[in-house]
């Protein structure tokens, strides 16, 4: 890999913010430092912008991620959210990303590989034809992969997707020596300004340009890509399990805003950010009491375990309020609503 030209945008020696922050350093089919046999290989493709049909008869232009390791055709398809990334705390991981066209990354939010492979390129490098990132988790928990180049147009362009880290024993387990569970669903939350969604230059904002991105009003309102209007039925959102299963919610806040959930059963948080609750004394799962709201902010990640006592039908609402004045997006439109199903 070779070093950029400090000379070229600062006295000798010396780091401006033009040197990463404006125009960051772009490398084509750099070979991975130190690199090993895999136990998993992963690949992502930034090669699809679509429209993504909206309740009120609108359109809005997404870039996105694709598998191109999808076993099955609707697997590499384009999707909002990407595919998820699933692999096992302690496998030594590759993960390859060709961009196709212009220069992207990949940063495994949480995982904090080395810089080379942290997929952040104002402090490495922009891939602008295909690299391979090489990692190995050191713990299981709830993450996320996304773009981190212009970081704050491409992730609500969405590019991003759910990474889910095991733990050697495998899915049904949220951590090694952690509780169990029977049902599993993600709840990635998410919003969108389709005015941002307008914009088509990559670099937009990346050099001090007024782009409008200091204004974020959202008009939509999502949950694992579903929009709001049919969150209470879809099943890519509502969550089914039969009285005496466990049930885990791994919660994402992908929006712009800070994400209110209030959950009609009460449950336990035993894992934020990838991190485990319970396994010091000092960092105690926390009870979350029904009907009792909590917030989080944008890319907080909870890992919340439920054990329903009785059969019913149970809500759970999503509330995205604005960051300076509390109140619900969007006139008070800003809300996902959903439900737990016990039979």
């Not at 945008?9 to 430092?33: H, I, L, R, W």
């Not at 997404?62 to 697997?75: H, N």
């Not at 990303?97 to 390129?121: S, W």
Request: charged share 20%; glycine share 8%; with cysteine.
């Amino acid at each position: 890999m070779q070093t950029p030209d400090w000379t070229k945008t600062a006295v000798k020696g010396e780091m401006t913010y033009d040197t990463f922050g404006c125009n960051p350093y772009q490398e084509s089919n750099f070979p991975t430092p130190d690199r090993v046999k895999p136990d998993v290989n992963v690949e992502r493709h930034m090669d699809v912008s679509y429209d993504l049909p909206t309740p009120d008869g609108k359109k809005i232009r997404l870039w996105t991620f694709t598998d191109p390791l999808a076993p099955t055709a609707a697997g590499r398809a384009a999707m909002h959210p990407g595919p998820t990334m699933r692999f096992r705390q302690g496998q030594i991981v590759h993960s390859t990303l060709d961009p196709k066209k212009n220069a992207h990354t990949i940063h495994h939010h949480g995982i904090e590989p080395t810089t080379v492979n942290d997929g952040v390129g104002h402090v490495s490098f922009e891939v602008n034809s295909r690299y391979t990132y090489q990692f190995r988790p050191s713990r299981a928990g709830t993450f996320f992969y996304h773009c981190h180049r212009n970081t704050v147009l491409h992730f609500e362009m969405g590019m991003f997707g759910m990474l889910i880290v095991d733990p050697p024993e495998g899915p049904g387990t949220l951590f090694s020596g952690g509780p169990k569970y029977d049902v599993e669903r993600i709840m990635c939350l998410d919003d969108m300004d389709p005015r941002w969604h307008e914009n088509a230059n990559h670099a937009a904002g990346m050099c001090g340009e007024d782009e409008g991105l200091n204004r974020f009003e959202p008009k939509y309102f999502l949950c694992n890509g579903v929009f709001n209007n049919r969150t209470t039925t879809d099943p890519r959102v509502v969550i089914n399990a039969k009285l005496g299963q466990t049930i885990l919610i791994r919660l994402l806040n992908a929006s712009y805003s800070v994400l209110e959930t209030t959950i009609g059963l009460p449950g336990v948080c035993h894992a934020m950010d990838g991190c485990a609750l319970g396994t010091e004394p000092w960092c105690s799962p926390l009870p979350l009491p029904a009907n009792r709201p909590f917030i989080m902010s944008t890319a907080q990640r909870r890992d919340i375990i439920i054990r329903p006592t009785a059969r019913g039908t149970f809500p759970i609402r999503h509330r995205f309020l604005h960051w300076v004045n509390g109140q619900v997006q969007d006139s008070g439109r800003g809300i996902v609503d959903t439900r737990i199903i016990v039979t």
